[in-house]
Structure formats: structure tokens, C-alpha cells
T-cell receptor, first 120, second 110 residues
Framework: GAVVSQHPSWVICKSGTSVKIECRSL??????MFWYRQFPKQSLMLMAT?????????EQGVEKDKFLINHASLTLSTLTVTSAHPEDSSFYIC????????????????FGPGTRLTVL | QKEVEQNSGPLSVPEGAIASLNCTYS??????FFWYRQYSGKSPELIMF????GDKEDGRFTAQLNKASQYVSLLIRDSQPSDSATYLC??????????FGTGTRLLVSP
């Protein structure tokens, strides 16, 4: 259980275009999902907390108009990188919490496989 | 600013040895603690979580928590080359997000 998928797994785009990344919880409902970014040889950086049916909560320094998050259902959150530039090239990873887990605590996060974005 | 500190390593151990990974955290009120493993180019994978002081064992892995010292560790017994990865310590902030350390790179040599 607690499987999270992401699509696409990698994307290459031209500077100035927008890219949408999907995050799905496959076997559980996730009222809360998280979006992270990871640059090479660095740790995870939380970008925002995505709440189903409400606005996302962005971390300090993350431009909410550039990184649009939509969490329209209990199993799907999307991150759109608008007007992408080369400095946005990174590994984007989503995670979700399975509140209904009977084997875990409900607070652990399960990660998707990540999306590697390259902006030319 | 809540912080989670880990030695970046690399920590090198021979195959079959015990690997000991350590983590300290700054928020004395933290209640939940997690260890994740991340292979190069992949996303993190949950190894185990711990909430109470003491030890928690799961197969070859043992998590140890000492809230008084604000210290959490992960022991890997009978280390295998396949255990070579970066290990991330994460601390729960309230009942929402996790604060991650920068990770410790473990190298297990055959």
C-alpha cells in the first residue's frame, strides 16, 4: 500500500514554457500532499503543502505565482512550473500522507518517484 | 528555524559490519522522527519511524530515540553493498510537514 505515482518522470522543455507535473496517490486518499525540489547533491527542499479543496501553503521564498499547485481531488495534486527558466531545472518530488494507514502512524510521508525537469 | 543536523559523510563500513547513522534536532517539542533512504537519482524511501524514547527494531534496522538529548540514530546490522545510499533523517513539525536533514552518505564495501 501507500503508493504514490508521478508523471512525467522526466521532461525537457524550452525556456519560457510551462510544465505540469501530476502526483497521484494510487491506493489511498491523500488530503495533504507535499511538493519538494532537490538540486544535485543537496537535500530535499519543501516548496509547498497542497491541501485538497483549498489553497496551497507555500514555504518562504517560493513564488506561488510561478509554481502553481492544484489539489482538486483526494488522489491528485498538480504542480505547474510557469514560464520555466534554466534555473528551474531540478528534481521535483511529491509526497503524500496516508492518514488511514493501519500499519503506520499516519504522519509518515510516502514519496513519488520524482520528475526530472530540464529547461533549455 | 527548526533544524535537523546530520554528518554528510561518507560513512564507510565493510560488508557485514554495523553502520551507525546519527541525527540531532533543534526543536525539543518534536514528536515524530523518520528515517528515509535515497539512492542516487531516486526519490526517498521510508525505512522506519519512531515516536517513543528507546529502540525500535525492524529487520536489520534499529532506530534509537533520545528526546532528552534531542538525538535519533539508525543502526544497520549486517550491512550490505546494496545499503549504500544517502540516509535522510526527518523530524515532524507538528502534525504536518517534515523537516529533513541534509543526509548521510553510506558506503558499504564488499
Amino acid at each position: 500500500g501507500a503508493v504514490v505515482s508521478q508523471h512525467p518522470s522526466w521532461v525537457i522543455c524550452k525556456s519560457g514554457t510551462s510544465v505540469k507535473i501530476e502526483c497521484r496517490s494510487l491506493d489511498f486518499q491523500a488530503t495533504t500532499m507535499f511538493w519538494y525540489r532537490q538540486f544535485p547533491k543537496q537535500s530535499l527542499m519543501l516548496m509547498a503543502t497542497s491541501n485538497e479543496g483549498s489553497k496551497a501553503t507555500y514555504e518562504q521564498g517560493v513564488e506561488k505565482d510561478k509554481f502553481l499547485i492544484n489539489h482538486a481531488s483526494l488522489t491528485l495534486s498538480t504542480l505547474t512550473v510557469t514560464s520555466a527558466h534554466p534555473e528551474d531545472s531540478s528534481f521535483y518530488i511529491c509526497s503524500a500522507r496516508d492518514y488511514g494507514s493501519t500499519s503506520g502512524s499516519g504522519n509518515e510521508q510516502f514519496f513519488g518517484p520524482g520528475t526530472r525537469l530540464t529547461v533549455l | 528555524q527548526k533544524e535537523v543536523e546530520q554528518n554528510s559523510g561518507p560513512l564507510s563500513v565493510p560488508e557485514g559490519a554495523i553502520a551507525s547513522l546519527n541525527c540531532t534536532y533543534s526543536d525539543r517539542g518534536s514528536q515524530s522522527f523518520f528515517w528515509y533512504r535515497q539512492y542516487s537519482g531516486k526519490s526517498p524511501e521510508l525505512i522506519m519511524f519512531i515516536y517513543s524514547n528507546g529502540d525500535k527494531e525492524d529487520g536489520r534496522f534499529t532506530a534509537q530515540l533520545n528526546k532528552a538529548s534531542q538525538y535519533v540514530s539508525l543502526l544497520i546490522r549486517d550491512s550490505q553493498p546494496s545499503d549504500s545510499a544517502t540516509y535522510l533523517c526527518a523530524v515532524g513539525e507538528g502534525f504536518q510537514k517534515l523537516v529533513f536533514g541534509t543526509g548521510t552518505r553510506l558506503l558499504v564495501s564488499p
